[in-house]
């Protein structure tokens, strides 16, 4: 019923194969196939209410106002869908830092799916919901979904979903994030993977590349292999990164804080620490580990940052109404 407030919450992901590049810039249809761990520290709430005394839309991020066409353009979708002309006031409250290669555009478009969608009175199914979100962020696709979820290419707006690879996760698996800058990033993503697949000579490779590592990293969930998977999801993200180094003009996204994470993580693992490292469009960095050895990581990352950097998580849910 339109005029009812409906709140939802997703929850960030972070991708362990990588999607760096776009087919249809405008359906939002990927290179490749990519997959990922949902988190449960990092998540969006988001409320829509379908208002007819509006004359546009009124968003509000975090209790400020934000004036953002891409979030227009995407409840055009909805509205499109939905056969109505009503703007809506959209209040989200992100516990992601936002824009800080946190995938905050993830939980962010795929709670305004879920939201959006429900309220302007459409019932879409969890396909359908991942369908809408990729419209909104390519990552937000695999956000509909809890634990391990994918991204599947397809060729189209029908054929291009997430789905659910194993939720809830049977491996013992975390992610540490160190917060090393929570600035919204320089080069952002879309424009990143665009200077890469129209100038990285290297861009094919990767394409071959990637999709070896899906299938190695589906096979290390379906075995319960931490480390075949934690040794891959490391691989992917630095082959990603070379793309960024081999483009031009040449970008990076990681910075001397985030080499010295990179650095601590190699030294933890010669140490006999089991960890690895993954990185995205931002200088965060995210050490993959198990729960025996999450107190010897955070122990060695105090050294040098505080606590407020050093965010543990666990698999997180699916996309849930409140
Ligand atoms: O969907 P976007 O525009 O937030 O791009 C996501 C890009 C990476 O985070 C680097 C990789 C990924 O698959 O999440």
């Not at 070379?242 to 990076?252: A, F």
Request: aromatic share 8%.
């Amino acid at each position: 019923m339109l005029g009812e407030k409906i709140t939802a919450r997703a929850h960030t992901n972070i991708a362990l194969v990588k999607y760096w590049g776009k087919e249809n810039e405008q359906l939002i249809i990927p290179a490749n196939s990519s997959l990922s761990l949902t988190l449960d520290e990092f998540y969006t709430d988001t409320s829509v209410i379908f208002d007819e005394s509006l004359d546009s839309d009124v968003v509000t991020l975090n209790d400020n106002a934000v004036n953002d066409e891409k979030i227009t353009k995407f409840m055009d979708i909805i509205r499109k869908n939905a056969k109505i002309n009503t703007f809506a006031r959209i209040r989200s409250i992100n516990h992601v830092p936002t824009s800080a290669g946190l995938a905050s555009s993830a939980s962010a478009y795929a709670a305004l799916a879920a939201a959006g969608s429900k309220a302007a009175g459409l019932n879409l199914n969890e396909r359908d919901l991942s369908r809408l979100a990729r419209r909104g962020s390519g990552s937000a696709t695999r956000s509909i979904f809890g634990g391990f979820a994918a991204w599947n290419k397809g060729n189209d707006d029908e054929s291009s979903y997430g789905y659910s690879i194993q939720n809830p996760v049977k491996m013992d698996i975390n992610m540490i994030a160190i917060i090393l800058d929570n600035q919204p990033k320089k080069i952002s993503s879309r424009k990143g993977m665009k200077i890469s697949i129209e100038t990285s000579p290297y861009y094919e490779s990767w394409i071959k590349q990637t999709t070896e590592d899906f299938q190695t990293i589906k096979d290390a969930i379906k075995e319960n292999d931490f480390t075949n998977l934690g040794k891959t999801a490391e691989l992917n993200a630095m082959r990603m990164h070379s793309l960024t180094l081999s483009s031009d003009p040449s970008y990076l996204y990681i910075n001397s804080d985030s080499l010295e994470v990179i650095n601590m993580v190699k030294e933890l693992r010669e140490n006999g620490v089991e960890c690895y490292y993954t990185m995205d469009a931002g200088p965060n960095v995210k050490i993959i580990c198990q729960s025996d050895n999450i107190n010897a990581i955070t122990d060695k990352l105090s050294d040098k940052f505080t606590n407020d950097q050093i965010k543990v998580s666990g698999p997180g849910e699916g996309i849930k109404y409140l």
